[in-house]
């Protein structure tokens, strides 16, 4: 009788689980074939800032960063973000001990801002830290006399790049008023360094980025910490502090604008790069709280159910999201090696008399259903990853597809990890550590618009330079250097100049150029 009852339940969740994997990822497959037939007719004008709706009013982007402690890469983000024309960095400073402060007193220019906080109101979790930073966008659009509804605010982890065209991607969706949040689709920077990189990449770009296109239609998309486009005047509507202090203040973020009637959405045709977890242990610490946050956020249905704005369907898929821990995390965790062991069992008893041919079908009959059941879904999002990831073979993907069901003993023990901890009260958490990114330097702006990409180069830098480690302001320098897309600034016409400097001797006979003028130190807030 208990078998009967464990088979029923399994087989209740596995179709559930099942259902609700293939409407997602179906719905999302659906909506990337309309994208790639009908094309998002990516607005150059929005992208510099000079459109980005049909009134023709421009639409301008603050990028908030929080960080702590992230000297190895902050700034290469911020570098890398200042090439986003007409985009403005604001940096919360959340009480670093390391080189953070160091390293963003090297950006020179007004269009970068620091937020510094200091102990004891520092460190509270990155809410805090975001609604700190958010008034310093309020106060900064403010006094530039901008319109809330054509401002966003992009909140980026210290590690976060995005691709370089997102702003075409992006703007145009706020086309619409009642788009609220726009969420990039998340790829991993450095996923070919080991096999759990190459899974979290697997689990990110192949599977969730194709959800999260599933979502469009209810308009039920789930913001993330990183690539986080929202409007301004959404924000405001929410208060003075509209991100929480849960541990998934995204979601948290997510839940509150849907209530407040905003549309939220995403696009295929821009990205968000991060550095994925190389070590099993950290990736387990970092999901623990991503479970934790998300089950805490199960409180929140019953204001989604009372909201008369969400349509049936928006309200089921939420619904079912938000169950996601709680429905088929931790009962499968337990039933998946129940029906393992229900397996052996019967295919022990198959190996019993088959030396016939009917014998022989039916142990046959049995292992290809239960491999079926066991690996059909990961099959086929191994296929999904092949097509998404360019140069990635069938074969290659197919095995990493079969990954996925010993992955997803890292959910298993992440999901009761959680659980203990919000049984015990414990909602403190330990930010990942960033590494450092060899091959890629913080950004320089040189004074001089026709540098072919390559070209060894000698002129006054009045930003910032890395060169191998050692930082060098203000000085004549010569290297090797790539260009990104030039951006116009007065006469002068700087470009941005990206990727690793290397410094060497100034060519014979070479006359020095003229030290410039210091440029402003980006304007500090003390919190």
């Known amino acids: 009788m208990l078998d009967v009852v464990v088979g029923l339940i399994s087989l209740l969740l596995v179709g559930a689980g099942l259902c609700y994997f293939l409407a997602t990822i179906g719905a999302g497959l659906l909506e990337n074939r309309r994208h790639r037939k009908h094309g998002a007719r990516p607005s150059t004008e929005a992208s510099t800032g000079a459109g980005g709706g049909d009134d023709g009013e421009p639409i301008t982007v603050y990028f908030l960063v929080p960080c702590l402690n992230e000297e190895a890469v902050i700034g290469s983000t911020v570098a890398a973000l200042l090439t986003h024309a007409g985009a403005r960095v604001v940096v919360v400073d959340d009480a670093s001990d390391d080189g953070t402060a160091e390293v963003m007193a090297s950006f020179r220019g007004d269009n970068v801002m620091v937020v510094s906080r200091t ?7 990155k809410g805090p830290a975001l609604n700190v930073g958010f008034r310093a966008v309020v106060a900064d659009a403010t006094a530039r006399g901008l319109d809330p509804s054509r401002v966003l605010v992009c909140v980026m ?11 075409d991607h992006v703007l145009p969706l706020f086309g619409d008023p009642l788009v609220g949040g726009v969420q990039l689709g998340v790829r991993i920077k ?6 759990l990189t190459r899974m979290q990449d697997f689990e990110f770009w192949g599977i969730s980025a194709t959800a999260q296109m599933g979502r469009i239609r209810p308009g039920t998309v789930s913001l993330g910490g990183n690539g986080q486009f929202t409007r301004l005047s959404a924000l405001l509507a929410l208060g003075g502090a509209p991100w929480s202090a849960a541990l998934t203040e995204d979601l948290d973020l997510t839940i ?43 409180g929140r249905l019953g204001p989604l159910w009372k909201c008369s704005t969400l349509s049936n369907l928006a309200l089921v898929e939420i619904s079912v999201y938000l169950l996601i821990p709680w429905l088929f995390v931790l009962p499968w965790s337990i039933l998946f090696h129940v029906a393992v062991w229900q397996m052996i069992e019967n295919i022990g008893g198959l190996t019993v008399g088959t030396d016939d041919l009917a014998g022989r079908l039916t ?10 059941m066991a690996f059909a879904p990961s099959i086929f999002a191994g296929y999904i990853y092949y097509r998404r990831e360019g140069g990635y073979g069938r074969l290659r993907a197919a095995a990493l597809g079969h990954m996925l069901v010993p992955y997803n003993y890292i959910a298993f023990a992440s999901c009761w990890l959680a659980t203990v901890r919000k049984l015990r009260g414990r909602t403190g958490w330990e930010k990942t550590a960033r590494r450092r990114e060899p091959g890629w330097e913080p950004a320089l702006v040189v004074s001089e618009l026709a540098v072919p990409g390559g070209a060894a180069v000698a002129m006054p830098v009045p930003g910032i330079v890395h060169t191998e480690g050692t930082v060098d302001r203000r000085l004549i320098v010569s290297g090797t250097v790539t260009l990104a897309r030039p951006v116009a600034s007065g006469g002068a016409r700087p470009v941005f100049v990206t990727g690793r400097f290397r410094p060497s001797a100034h060519p014979a006979g070479e006359r020095a150029l003229p030290r410039p003028e210091p440029a402003p130190a980006p304007e500090r807030v003390a919190v």
Request: glycine fraction near 10%; hydrophobic fraction near 40%.
């Open 157 to 167: 982890d210290a590690d976060g790049e995005l691709t370089p065209d997102a702003f």
């Open 119 to 125: 102990l004891p109101q520092a460190r509270e979790g």
């Open 256 to 298: 509150t604008l849907m209530l407040a009637g905003w549309k939220l959405t995403s696009t295929p045709g821009a990205s968000v790069n991060q550095q994925g977890i190389e070590s099993v242990r950290k990736l387990i610490r970092q999901r623990t709280r991503w479970f934790q946050g998300h089950m805490s956020c199960l």
């Open 190 to 195: 450095n996923r070919r360094t080991n096999l």
């Open 363 to 372: 142990l046959g009959a049995t292992l290809a259903f239960w491999y079926v």
